[in-house]
Antibody, heavy 114, light 110 residues
Framework: EVQLLESGGGLVQPGGSLRLSCAAS????????MSWVRQAPGKGLEFVST????????YYADSVKGRFTVSRDNSKNTVYLQMNSLRAEDTAVYYC???????WGQGTLVTVSS | QSALTQPASVSGSPGQSITISCTGT?????????VSWYQQHPGKAPKLMIY???NRPSGVPDRFSGSKSGNTASLTISGLQAEDEADYHC??????????FGTGTKVTVL
């Protein structure tokens, strides 16, 4: 059974940093691209970032480029999202998703507020 | 990248059919086969319902079907059931090697 478990969310002040983690199981993690998608309260889904199976290629939404960094550790079956220079508009539930969004985690809430 | 355009809401009675549209551009929906649809119940994670325009993952009822014409993709739910009441989102691969999601549609079963 595919399982994705996000962690690391919480309350952070504007300008602060946070690192999200997503622990994966139930599939061959090292062969799968992984993505992060967020959903602001009451809003639709927004693509954030994708990382290739090897970590050699990364892609970002314009809204987070230069502030967020996606990475992965295939030995730990975990993908990360380092979020710097956080803004109020980054407040959202952050989901990790496998490959072309065929499986999703339960999400972790990030709140950026003073 | 602008969000794909979906109607804010669609409603139907049990047993009826409804269709949700998802309009993009030639740089996303119109240019690739990687259009997907997701169902999301309140407080839950999205669930993949359709991938690559018209394919259903195992376990998804065949009441759900997808299609595409030009820059617009569509999700049709036939034989609408109470449990189909949820938010539905579309997504597409883009020419920037990223993805874009739709604005989301709330489906109400009357």
């Amino acid at each position: 059974e595919v399982q994705l478990l996000e962690s690391g969310g919480g309350l952070v002040q504007p300008g602060g940093s946070l690192r999200l983690s997503c622990a994966a199981s139930g599939f061959t993690f090292s062969s799968s691209a992984m993505s992060w998608v967020r959903q602001a309260p009451g809003k639709g889904l927004e693509f954030v970032s994708t990382i290739s199976y090897s970590g050699g290629s990364t892609y970002y939404a314009d809204s987070v480029k230069g502030r967020f960094t996606v990475s992965r550790d295939n030995s730990k079956n975990t993908v990360y999202l380092q979020m710097n220079s956080l803004r109020a508009e980054d407040t959202a539930v952050y989901y990790c998703a496998k490959t072309r969004f065929d499986y999703w985690g339960q999400g972790t809430l990030v709140t950026v507020s003073s | 990248q602008s969000a794909l355009t979906q109607p804010a809401s669609v409603s139907g009675s049990p047993g009826q059919s409804i269709t949700i549209s998802c309009t993009g551009t030639s740089s996303d929906v119109g240019g690739y086969k990687y259009v997907s649809w997701y169902q999301q119940h309140p407080g839950k994670a999205p669930k993949l319902m359709i991938y690559e325009v018209s394919n259903r993952p195992s376990g998804v009822p065949d009441r759900f079907s997808g299609s595409k014409s030009g820059n617009t993709a569509s999700l049709t739910i036939s034989g609408l059931q109470a449990e189909d009441e949820a938010d539905y989102h579309c997504s597409s691969y883009t020419s920037s090697s990223t993805y874009v999601f739709g604005t989301g549609t709330k489906v109400t079963v009357l």
